[in-house]
């Protein structure tokens, strides 16, 4: 089966960024939308395409096997580190292939009405193919150094949008917060490429991942601090991909990203460029798996304890966008921890899938989700659900997706989420109780805080609306209706013949003993949100106030920006900049004047003897002739 | 006649043109077209390089030429370029020709401006093609000295005391550079014979060690100085923020390129032995450089000293990796020379565009520059992501280029002053953005900027010819890259082999 | 002849000292430039003495020194002439010919 096709799949979003940045000011406004809408669409039918038949051809004995079906020489580094660009299938990225550019797409179409009449309509549909084509190129990456080039451009583009309203100062700032953490984090990928480069003298996935190569088969025998250097390697390219996934404690710039148009957090800070870092990790997998699993336990806690913590912090924000983003904290913590337990090849793989399952359920649920609120929120015009109530009877197709939207993350079967979430728990069961238990309680609290803001926006009373609210237009329904039908069906994929750690299908049991106490959890969480929050009432205040404490904490998000604001501008700026600019100015600069000045003070010292006197200088020339007669009559 | 001759009559020819008509207008565009027809020319240099080498010729030097100019000392004018020069020339036309274009509206001597310019241009012309140790001080010096006058005469603030600044510096550098020539030159043939300051004859013999020791810091520290090495950089700040527009680019863009491209082509080519015994002095200077550069520039407000100081973190990276002294390692430097030349010298010319029309430099007093003039604000952007290494821009070719290279090395020294230089990136990323943030986005901040005019015509020749070029780099390194490796292999052998 | 022998070449030396220093001191001490220049004078023709009287002593039979002493004479005249010239020029721009008048050219 040849493949090439699939380079239209890639450039396409990029010829449409081109086109529409260049031809900005020429273009029809109206055109831009359009255009770059189906772009989307015949890139996601492509894509679906592709996954069809690369689904239904013959697995053989290894598997499905991974294509090449591109490959350029882009710039070779050394005799054998060559940085190829290419188009790499395999399951993982067929199947990450179909969830951007179907997300993408639902997206494209729902921002036509979403953004009708913002300034700068073409700069962000241009905006939006820079980052589809961004996303598109990381994931098909033949070699890491390809998925490092398209890391960083997604994280541009992602500065881009976030940063898309520039002229609101809070914009901006969420936006130069999301590049620079995401930056750190990417430093650490980027010495971990290195490392792990130098020692394996590839950057190609194939070999990095192949049972025989350097990496598994050829561990190495250096060690540095008790850790092996592969550990070392894959632990920093982990930073890398916990800072695109915002994993505690690079988080931070996610819930700021919010500043951004709602169908940009819908696409990138949900569902496609925040699982980059989960992408990453299930992409190494088998070297992570087999040769460095210290670092996959780092992986389990890191996930483990975000997952709890942004859960945490979910159940205190007023902000609903805000709520959302620490959900997706909170669920993408859920994918690592399911990589983190998991092994690797057949059923000890059961991790694997189920992490890639949920980032599959997750994307459609979540961009639902997110969509869904901007519905809600151009409707109301504030992103506070103190300010919203009882929208269930003016925008009835908002609040029937938004409730799929809901259950589906709460786990509820026979919804997508729940059969996702489900194996994640059982993987984490088989693997450590103690991180099974954590799960299992934040999928209560995911369902406590996703039906205390769906009651709070769709129920409890009604505030005075400045102008009634009114149900979007069909251009932003239509996306929210068919991402509840694939929220819906999504969890009837069957992953574990699709997408495992080494690619070939196994069977997964269905185990009550696991499902039961996460519906019960989850019933229990819905339950106690409608006694909260469904009718307006003192509960919640009374609650929050026996909790100040902790309450507080968790609404200021256990000041972790605050520690960071305070690294960065007491720490980076006032005790390393300052001093450095002053030290520069004064101490290297001045040590230059110093040398010119004392050459000027010099001089002028010894100006003096300039003094226009005639008779002088004869007595200087007189003394001189007669010093040097001196000299030479007593040398000779 | 050779070829190479061109670069320097093509110049000479044009500053006589701009002698002889007395109107302004007149002066520009003979300035435009004689460095228009420098950069065809420069186009035509590779094709005729790539047309040589496809004929079959292996040479590491081609369209060389002698003449001896001074028989007593054996001081010869040696021309010729292998795939190194050849991009450093390619480099200068461009800058130079986006450097007429942003000095458009120069109106005060502006005959004598654009001599004093092309002049420049046309040292450092010579200075890339010289095979000769004293034909390239000498063209060295032709390119530092009009210098002294571009920035004393149309600089502004404090202009004399920053071109006095400067040029003594310079000088000061070109003193050791100077002793550390005549010491190549006074043992360029230890066995007896013919004294020479022919590169490539001095490349054919062992200079002593003890004088390799001895005069490798005087050269490289030399170059050094042009090529912003810690603690010898502080010329730059002052210098660049008082020069004006084209002069700030060309000599960041190009004359700063002088002192790496010296110190590779002379200190270390020339001084091996000499180079492998200090390179960790340098090592550590120049990661210095990198990293105190770049948190410099977090704490500046006026906009040049900002470039100026990401000036001396992207320059220090140059020599940083040319210390390295591998193949990629050094591929990946002078493609940082390129990438940086190209893009300070956008920012520059960016800085000046903003300043003619804000009257300011002061990032304080500007804010959502984007929505008045958005196509200079958005090139601006493309210049900071060039800047912080965005791939599909040459910034990140060159500096991955160089990690990987650096990381090529195994020892912990090594290991350890490759990472510090890769956290520059991040810092990198902090001060541009704090720039682009405060500068271009969030709300205008003065009220009479809502009237400033966007790009001119002129001033979009000169951003686009440099941001055309910053992005062709970046998305197809390929050719490029191969261009500046083709002579590498055997500098490197020679470099590694006397060990 | 017998000067050689009553009056030896030391003597000569010494009147030249003498008169050599009497006319530096002339030139260090006064302040008038006309007796400056009468010192200067004497310096020369110190250095004249020194001329003849080395020539007679020393090589007797050549005709050297005299001619250096007559070309020096000659010097001092045409310098005399410039020095005058000068003077009179300076006169008639400070209205003096004290030294310590005229230090124009300075820091």
């Known amino acids: ?636 | 006649m050779n070829p190479l001759l061109f670069l320097i009559l093509i110049p000479v020819l044009t500053v006589a043109g701009i002698a002889l008509v007395k109107d302004l207008k007149q002066v520009r565009v003979i300035s435009a077209v004689g460095m228009g027809a420098q950069l065809l020319f420069s186009f035509y240099l590779v094709y005729l390089f790539y047309s040589l080498r496809n004929a079959g010729n292996t040479d590491a030097m081609l369209l060389v030429s002698t003449s001896t100019w001074y028989e007593a000392f054996n001081i010869q004018y040696k021309f010729g370029i292998d795939g190194i020069s050849l991009s450093m020339i390619v480099l200068t036309s461009l800058v130079t020709f986006a450097g007429v274009f942003a000095s458009w509206q120069v109106d005060f001597l502006t005959k004598e401006f654009f001599i004093s310019l092309i002049i420049l241009a046309s040292g450092v012309f010579g200075f890339f093609i010289s095979l000769d140790l004293f034909t390239m001080f000498l063209f060295y010096e032709v390119a530092v000295i009009p210098m002294y006058l571009l920035i004393g005469i149309w600089g502004s603030g404090p202009k004399e005391y920053s071109a006095m600044k400067l040029t003594l510096m310079l000088m000061a550098g070109s003193a050791l550079l100077l002793v550390g020539l005549l010491g190549i030159y006074f043992n360029s043939s230890p066995e007896g014979g013919r004294l020479t300051f022919d590169l490539t004859e001095i490349a054919k013999v062992s200079i002593p060690r003890d004088a390799q020791l001895f005069f490798f810091p005087f050269t490289f520290i030399g170059f050094g100085v042009l090529g912003a090495l810690f603690p010898f950089h502080t010329w730059s700040p002052d210098g660049h923020a008082s020069a004006p527009t084209a002069v700030s680019m060309l000599h960041a863009g190009v004359l700063m390129k002088l002192g790496g491209y010296g110190a590779f082509r002379v200190a270390m080519y020339l001084l091996p032995e000499g180079a492998h015994a200090m390179a960790w002095i340098f090592i550590i200077l120049t990661t210095i450089s990198v990293v105190y550069g770049a948190f410099g520039a977090i704490w500046q407000k006026d906009l040049k000293y900002i470039n100026a100081y990401s000036s001396v973190s992207h320059c220090g990276l140059v020599l940083f990796a040319l210390l390295m002294m591998n193949e990629t390692a050094t591929t990946g430097a002078i493609l940082q020379m390129i990438s940086h030349g190209l893009m300070t010298a956008l920012f520059f010319a960016l800085i000046g565009m903003i300043y003619g029309r804000t009257h300011t430099r002061m990032i304080d007093e500007m804010g959502g520059l984007m929505k008045v003039i958005p196509f200079l604000s958005v090139v601006y952007v493309i210049a900071g992501l060039a800047s912080l290494g965005l791939p599909g821009l040459s910034g990140f070719v060159a500096e991955m280029t160089i990690f990987v290279g650096s990381f090529q090395n195994s020892d912990t020294f090594h290991r350890i002053a490759t990472i510090v230089a890769c956290s520059s990136i991040v810092i990198t990323a902090v001060y541009i953005l704090r720039v682009v943030g405060i500068l271009l986005l969030g709300p205008i901040k003065n009220e009479h900027y809502n009237e400033l005019k966007d790009a001119k015509w002129f001033e979009k020749v000169s951003t686009i010819t440099l941001v055309i070029s910053i992005t062709a780099i970046g998305m197809a390194p390929f050719w490029l890259s191969a261009l500046i490796r083709e002579p590498l292999g055997d500098i490197i052998q020679h470099l590694i082999a006397r060990l | 002849m017998n000067l050689q022998a009553e009056i030896p070449l030391d003597y000569m030396i010494i009147l030249s000292i003498l008169v050599f220093f009497i006319g530096l001191m002339g030139v260090l001490i006064r302040r008038n430039l006309i007796t400056m220049l009468m010192g200067v004078e004497l310096m020369l023709n110190a250095v004249n003495i020194n001329f003849t009287a080395f020539n007679h002593y020393l090589f007797p039979h050549r005709l050297e020194g005299h001619f250096f002493a007559l070309i020096v004479m000659a010097i001092a005249a045409a310098e005399a002439a410039v020095a005058i010239a000068l003077i009179i020029n300076i006169y008639r721009q400070f209205a003096t010919v004290s030294v310590d008048d005229v230090d124009e050219l300075k820091f």
């Open chain 1, 1 to 636: 089966m040849d493949y090439a096709y699939t380079l239209i799949i890639l450039l396409l979003p990029l010829v449409t960024f081109l086109g529409l940045g260049l031809l900005s000011k020429r273009l029809p406004v109206a055109l831009a939308g359009i255009i770059g809408t189906a772009n989307l669409f015949i890139i996601a039918a492509l894509s679906c395409a592709t996954a069809f038949t690369y689904f239904t051809q013959e697995a053989g004995e290894a598997g499905f096997e991974a294509i090449e079906a591109y490959k350029i020489t882009w710039l070779p580094l050394t005799d054998k580190l060559i940085i190829h660009l290419g188009i790499l299938l395999d399951p993982l990225s067929v199947m990450m292939l179909v969830v951007i550019t179907l997300v993408s797409a639902m997206v494209h179409l729902y921002s036509i009405g979403y953004m009708k009449g913002e300034k700068g309509y073409t700069r962000y549909f241009a905006f939006l193919s820079l980052f589809t084509f961004s996303m598109l190129g990381l994931v098909v990456a033949t070699n890491i150094f390809q998925m490092y080039i398209f890391w960083e451009l997604v994280g541009v583009s992602s500065y881009l949008l976030i940063g898309f309203y520039y002229q609101k100062p809070s914009a901006v700032a969420a936006s130069k917060k999301a590049f620079i953490v995401t930056r750190f984090a990417d430093l650490g990928f980027l010495v971990g490429i290195l490392i792990l480069s130098f020692n394996t003298g590839t950057f190609e996935f194939q070999t990095l991942t192949s049972l025989q190569g350097p990496v598994i088969g050829q561990a190495s025998t250096a060690a540095f601090m008790g850790l092996s250097v592969t550990t070392w390697a894959l632990l920093l390219i982990f930073m890398g991909g916990a800072g695109k996934s915002a994993m505690f404690p690079l988080h931070i710039w996610l819930p700021d990203a919010m500043e951004g148009p709602t169908p940009v957090s819908a696409l990138i800070h949900a569902a496609t460029m925040v699982v980059a870092g989960v992408y990453l990790v299930a992409r190494l997998f088998p070297a992570y798996a087999l040769s460095a699993p210290d670092a996959l336990t780092v992986i389990m806690y890191v996930g483990s304890f975000t997952s709890l913590f942004a859960a945490v912090i979910a159940c205190t924000q007023l902000d609903i966008k805000r709520v959302l983003a620490f959900s997706t904290l909170s669920q993408i913590g859920y994918m690592m921890v399911a990589l983190g337990v998991s092994g690797y090849g057949g059923e000890a793989g059961l991790g694997y899938m189920a992490s890639l399952f949920h980032l599959f359920t997750h994307a459609f649920f979540k961009a639902l989700l997110f969509l869904g609120a901007g519905s809600v929120i151009h409707a109301v015009h504030s992103n506070l659900m103190t300010e919203m109530g009882g929208l269930r009877k003016s925008m009835p197709v908002t609040h029937l997706t938004f409730l799929v939207a809901c259950l589906t993350i709460a786990g509820i079967p026979p919804l997508s989420g729940f059969f996702s979430k489900d194996e994640i728990l059982v993987a984490a069961f088989e693997h450590n109780k103690l991180i099974f238990a954590v799960q299992w309680l934040v999928a209560g609290i995911t369902a406590f805080y996703m039906f205390r803001l769906y009651f709070r926006i769709f129920w409890n009373q009604t505030p005075a609306y400045h102008h009634a609210p009114h149900e979007s237009p069909v251009v932003m329904t239509v996306p929210l209706m068919f991402l509840a039908i694939a929220s819906v069906v999504a969890g009837f994929v069957p992953f574990h013949d699709l997408v495992t750690s080494d690619n070939k299908p196994f069977e997964t049991a269905f185990h009550w003993s696991i499902a039961g106490p996460s519906i019960a959890i989850a019933v229990i969480g819905i339950l106690t949100a409608a006694w909260l929050y469904a009718r307006p009432s003192l509960r919640p205040d009374a609650i929050s106030k026996s909790l100040s404490g902790v309450y507080t904490a968790a609404y200021n998000k256990f000041y972790i920006d605050e520690i960071y604001l305070f690294i960065t501008k007491s720490i980076i700026f006032q005790f390393i900049s300052r001093p450095v600019a002053w030290f520069d100015r004064h101490i290297v600069d001045g040590t230059m004047n110093f040398i010119g000045n004392s050459t000027v003070a010099g001089s002028a010292a010894i100006k003096r003897m300039q003094s226009g006197h005639v008779q002088l200088y004869i007595w200087y020339f007189a003394s001189g002739v007669l010093v040097l007669a001196l000299l030479i009559l007593y040398l000779n």
